[in-house]
């Protein structure tokens, strides 16, 4: 059974950090690109970045640049999300998926964890 987790979310003050974690399990890791994506309440999904070891690392938003990074550790088959200079805007349930390169369909993703950036 593939699983992927997502963690590490929590109440942060604008300008904070946080870095959330996605554990995969159940699948061949380094077949897989692994995306974050990101769900605020009312809006529409929004990929944030990916990374495989095929594509290197991939943004989706450009309003993440600069201030979030995403590596991997494939020996642990955990992926991170380092989240840099964050703004109330970036509020959203987030989300690690699985997918056949950083620009195919998603074919696993789990639960989120709640990232809320206070003003």
């Known amino acids: 059974e593939v699983q992927l987790q997502a963690s590490g979310g929590g109440l942060v003050q604008a300008g904070g950090s946080l870095r959330l974690s996605c554990a995969a399990s159940?699948?061949?890791?380094?077949?897989?690109?692994i995306d974050w994506f990101r769900q605020a309440p009312g809006k529409e999904r929004e990929g944030v970045l990916c990374?495989?070891?095929?594509?290197?690392?991939?943004y989706h938003a450009d309003s993440v640049k600069g201030r979030f990074t995403i590596s991997s550790d494939n020996v642990k088959k955990m992926v991170y999300l380092q989240m840099n200079s964050l703004k109330p805007e970036d509020t959203a349930a987030y989300y690690c998926?699985?997918?056949?390169?950083?620009?195919?369909?998603?074919?696993?993703w789990g639960e989120g964890t709640l990232v809320t950036v206070s003003s």
């Open positions: 159940g699948l061949t890791f380094d077949d897989y690109a």
């Open positions: 990374i495989s070891s095929s594509d290197g690392t991939t």
């Open positions: 998926a699985a997918k056949r390169g950083c620009l195919g369909v998603m074919d696993y």
